[in-house]
């Protein structure tokens, strides 16, 4: 119930953040991920209460549907936050091929146990006839590929972000708040950790609820940002930084207030050695001033 709660609460804010993008015509790749965790959400949702009140045929066809709806959540959101870092920080071509690299990464890393475990249900259906509530777990080699991949997407999708936005000269309250909204990832990590250790102990009545956990936070993180910011904003606390706009987008160049500002990060190769310089630029009377998400 409380992992069904949350999932809601998660299912709610992507519908206002979807909303209110689309209000501020902002629209872009992260948000159509956020949609696609979306719809995933709901097959899940669907599927897990649909598994616990019926057995035989349906119970086995909700146990498929939610074993591919639960990595497709989470993946859609890590393709979601990915792309956030580009709206964030005005990207360089060498960025943006950056980030398009790791999304064709995460698509295999997503791809790969979806196969695997489709193979895995489907070449032996012995399964189908056990009775009561039908499952089936994981093999090691599976459930440790699954973890591997699930570590290292989370660390990319925190430690990237924070060295793009170390160097920048935002406000700190502005800083501290994007650092802790891409650091929440960190929770995701600890959740998939402990759902992998339920696997391969196979304490079922533990592991679903640790899935569901996870299902719902990450739709809950993967608006965060978009949703934080706005109630930054409602509070008056952006009024309080000279260098925040009522606009949040970075993937276009706008002027908010006669002022046109940007983050541009430059790569410069020194030899071996590559430097990432952030410069804050001004067309109006040499004032710098950053845009906020």
Known sequence: AVSSTFLILGLMLTIFRLTYRIRLRRLWVEDAWAGVAFLCGI??????????????????????????TFPSVVWAVRQ?????IVRIVYATQHLRRLIFCLSGLFLGLWAGPVAQKAWNYGHDTSWYQTTGKVHVFLTRPMIVFELMADCFSDT?????????????????????????????????????????????????????????????????????????????????????DASVSSDDDYT??????????????????????????????????????????
């Not at 097959?43 to 591919?68: H, L, R």
């Not at 979601?80 to 956030?84: A, D, E």
């Not at 909204?181 to 304490?203: D, E, L, P």
């Not at 500002?261 to 430059?266: G, K, N, P, Q, S």
């Open 80 to 84: 979601s936050i990915l792309f956030s």
């Open 43 to 68: 097959a899940a949702f669907t599927s897990t209460w649909t598994y616990v009140g019926t057995v035989g045929e349906g119970g086995i066809i909700s146990f498929w549907i939610y074993s591919f």
């Open 156 to 240: 990319i999708l925190i430690i990237l972000p924070l060295r793009l936005l170390w160097s920048l000269r935002l406000p700190k309250r502005q800083k501290r708040m994007i650092f802790a909204i891409f650091s929440s990832s960190f929770i995701i990590t600890v959740i998939s950790i402990f759902r992998g250790i339920c696997q391969i102990a196979k304490y079922r009545t533990v592991l679903v609820p640790a899935t569901d956990f996870e299902t719902s936070l990450s739709l809950l993180v993967c608006n965060l940002l978009v949703t934080v910011t706005f109630l930054y904003r409602i509070f008056g606390f952006a009024g309080a």
């Open 252 to 293: 276009t160049r706008t002027t908010t207030g006669g002022v046109f500002t940007t983050v541009e990060l430059d790569a410069a190769e020194s030899g071996s050695d590559e430097q990432r310089q952030s410069r804050i630029q001004s067309t109006s009377q040499g004032e710098k001033a950053v845009n906020f998400v």
